[in-house]
């Protein structure tokens, strides 16, 4: 680790904790000698090494610290008016702070390193069970995006799918209860279960039931999954909600709240949803979230989701839609999220099927008899 750190050069933070470090040394040394021959005040020297510590590594902490050093010593040996022992002591108080902040800057760099690969070991987690999804999928381009509410890791119990199956376009977006480690292996358990019941299922119905099994083996008696399903076939689009807040339609300049027509618990609770099904244009558009937009909130008040959602996401390509819905949200909340979010938007472009050629006889395309 210390080899590492001796061939990695400085980022922009390390050189600004070294700038004020030495930013503070100069300021001593000019007071020092605008005092007058007599060393008063070289033991603020040993805060240098402490600012470099917060910022640098233990090597640029030991090279502020011999730099202080140096410095108490130059203005502490020509002052004979003032008492030797203190002039030792402030040196040497000098030296043991160099020594203590480059076992700060040391353990602190441990911490930041250790930081760093967890972050890009779940990033990596994230790709294998969260994978990215966007593209045609049957009669429907579509687009999702993960935003994560915390900056050292981007993945959560959000989850989102989209397959092309012999029964059509099917999607599923959800949301685990809970947090940490146990949520996301919650998440990959639901996503490697509907990976697979999406090709061997007819029924949406029976693919929902045959989650919610799956749910109720894996948790405990207060966790569960809320989610929505989704499947598209012939122009016609199937959405099973259990406990999930209601997508969005965007159709000719309208925002329609697909509410289910009964509530139904999530998955790990029995759910008995009743299906809702809506016909749709080419050019609709459907927005699906989980409820870190719906409570995502500033000074108390909702981010407004569906009064700005057709100015956001209904315009342009979706995966541009859901950059700008992105963007509204991180300046609404301030930056500050509560929650990760889960986001899939659609767009129906209707059957692509081209129509079958027709036999005509070759009189009619005007062959010599």
């Given amino acids: 680790m210390l080899i590492r750190d001796m061939k990695r050069p400085p980022d922009s933070t390390a050189r600004a904790g070294l700038g004020v470090a030495f930013a503070l040394l100069a300021i001593v040394i000019a007071v020092e000698v605008a005092d007058g021959a007599q060393a008063n005040f070289i033991g603020l020297l040993a805060a240098a090494p402490f600012l470099a510590a917060a910022f640098a590594s233990w090597r640029d902490v030991l090279a502020v610290g011999g730099v202080a050093t140096a410095v108490g010593v130059t203005f502490a040996w020509p002052d004979a008016a003032g008492s030797m022992t203190a002039r030792v002591i402030n040196v040497g108080g000098v030296v043991i702070a160099t020594a203590i902040a480059a076992l700060v800057g040391s353990v602190r760099q441990r911490q930041t390193e250790r930081?760093?690969?967890?972050?890009?070991?779940?990033?990596?987690?994230?790709?294998?069970?969260?994978?990215?999804?966007?593209?045609?999928?049957?009669?429907?381009?579509?687009?999702?995006?993960y935003i994560s509410a915390t900056a050292v890791a981007d993945i959560g119990g959000d989850l989102y799918e989209a397959l092309d199956t012999p029964f059509g376009m099917r999607m599923v977006i959800g949301d685990v209860r809970g947090k940490g480690l146990d949520a996301v292996r919650l998440a990959s358990t639901v996503l490697g279960s509907y990976r697979h019941v999406a090709y061997e299922r007819d029924n949406l119905?029976?693919?929902?039931?045959?989650?919610?099994?799956?749910?109720?083996?894996?948790?405990?008696?207060?966790?569960?999954?809320?989610?929505?399903?989704?499947?598209?076939?012939?122009?016609?689009?199937?959405?099973?909600?259990?406990?999930?807040?209601?997508?969005?339609?965007?159709?000719?300049?309208e925002v329609i709240p697909l509410e289910p027509a009964s509530n139904s618990p999530p998955l790990g609770f029995k759910p008995d949803a009743c299906p809702r099904i809506e016909r749709l244009e080419p050019g609709d558009r459907l927005l699906f979230y989980t409820d870190g937009l719906a409570e995502a909130r500033r000074d108390g008040q909702f981010f407004p989701?569906?009064?700005?959602?057709?100015?956001?996401?209904g315009h342009g390509n979706v995966s541009d839609g859901l950059v700008s819905l992105e963007s509204a949200l991180v300046e609404w909340v301030r930056g500050r999220l509560d929650d990760d979010i889960a986001l899939v938007l659609m767009e129906y472009v209707g059957t692509s099927a081209k129509p079958a050629p027709v036999n005509v006889p070759s009189w009619e395309l005007g062959t010599p008899e």
């Fill in 115 to 145: 930081l760093a690969e967890m972050s890009k070991l779940a990033s990596v987690a994230q790709q294998a069970v969260l994978r990215p999804i966007g593209g045609q999928v049957g009669s429907l381009v579509v687009a999702g995006r």
């Fill in 305 to 313: 989701t569906a009064e700005r959602a057709w100015g956001l996401v």
């Fill in 205 to 253: 119905l029976d693919l929902v039931a045959d989650l919610d099994r799956a749910v109720a083996r894996a948790v405990g008696d207060e966790d569960f999954v809320t989610a929505a399903f989704v499947e598209e076939r012939g122009g016609s689009i199937t959405i099973v909600n259990c406990g999930h807040p209601a997508p969005l339609l965007l159709r000719r300049g």
